[in-house]
């Protein structure tokens, strides 16, 4: 799979100043991205993920053009970003979920007929892509409605069909389901992953929403401060975390805590309901054989780890984890 989006040893520094006194100032340089290294093959839907400040946004303004790096290599498509924005803005969509590129006090359609103009759209690929794109994103009764009526939520389905109108090849994603009721999360969700597997358009997708990233990426980047934590399949996130799985086992009858061997160990008993903890990378297959085996079971279950968990015990540890598996 070729690389489609190369980061070699990037870097954003900025200065900052701030005052110190009456007359005095000082001046501070701020280090968002440091010596960031990743590759996303054409085609990748992939997670980039951290706390506020890790450098994401920033990472997202330099593939765009907006930011220059201050030092590593990056290519997007083969073209540098911040040499050739005007030519790289054909191949990409970008949506940024707390801006908007819309037409504040103007319907909704104006909006989308400026980048038919502007993207110089072809009228029959103009109206197949706005019909589709209506369709999927259930715009049809708010074409005519200015901007600024719209709720957040139909807002953001807005900006994401004005972001796709051109056909780009890629797709940033920077908070794409903030301030979404259910019905709109649900519906976004399935819009991208139908552009993803449909169309092979390359989508990495920034947000806090971690049920997104479960959703729709097999792979996930973990940045903090500027550096990364993590890259590789979402699985190997729980490895790395040290998380583990519970499983639920219900009895025929109240027992003493069940022996289900020395991976796994019983963290809460109720009546003839147990919980045992055992290690996410470890298969409960053997343990759920063991208890049948030994104990009257009646029904059980497996939950698994939640992610939000498993990375605040990384920023937690300041640990690096960089498999080889999709760090470049």
Request: with cysteine.
């Amino acid at each position: 799979m070729d690389a489609f989006i190369e980061l070699d040893g990037v870097e954003k520094v900025f200065d900052v100043r701030r005052r110190t006194g009456f007359l005095r100032r000082e001046r501070r340089r701020v280090r968002a991205v440091d010596g960031l290294s990743f590759t996303v093959a054409r085609g990748e839907m992939v997670g980039y993920i951290g706390p506020n400040g890790a450098g994401k946004s920033t990472t997202v303004k330099m593939l765009t053009g907006i930011l220059t790096p201050s030092g590593g290599r990056l290519r997007v498509a083969g073209i540098d970003p911040a040499r050739e924005r005007t030519r790289l803005a054909h191949r990409i969509g970008v949506v940024f979920g707390q801006r908007t590129s819309l037409w504040w006090d103007l319907p909704l359609i104006d909006s989308y007929r400026l980048a038919h103009r502007m993207y110089r759209i072809p009228d029959a690929r103009y109206r197949e892509n706005l019909d589709r794109l209506v369709e999927l994103l259930g715009l049809e009764a708010l074409l005519d409605v200015p901007v600024r009526q719209l709720s957040l939520g139909q807002r953001m389905r807005g900006d994401i069909a004005a972001a796709l109108l051109h056909d780009p090849e890629i797709l940033y994603l920077d908070e794409p389901t903030i301030g979404l009721d259910v019905v709109s999360r649900t519906r976004v969700r399935e819009f991208l992953g139908e552009l993803n597997a449909g169309r092979g358009t390359t989508v990495l997708l920034t947000t806090h929403d971690l049920q997104d990233i479960e959703r729709l990426c097999s792979r996930v980047m973990v940045v903090d401060h500027g550096r990364m934590m993590y890259d590789g399949p979402l699985a190997g996130l729980h490895e790395a975390g040290e998380s583990e799985r519970t499983l639920v086992v219900d009895l025929e009858r109240e027992l003493p805590p069940v022996d289900a061997g020395p991976e796994a160990r019983v963290v809460r008993v109720e009546g003839p309901r147990q919980w045992l903890a055992f290690p996410a990378s470890v298969s409960a297959a053997p343990l759920v054989a063991r208890i049948a085996a030994g104990y009257p079971l009646v029904d059980l279950s497996v939950r698994e780890p939640d992610i939000e968990a498993v990375i605040g015990r990384m920023y937690a540890g300041r640990e690096t984890v960089v498999p080889g598996t999709g760090n470049s």
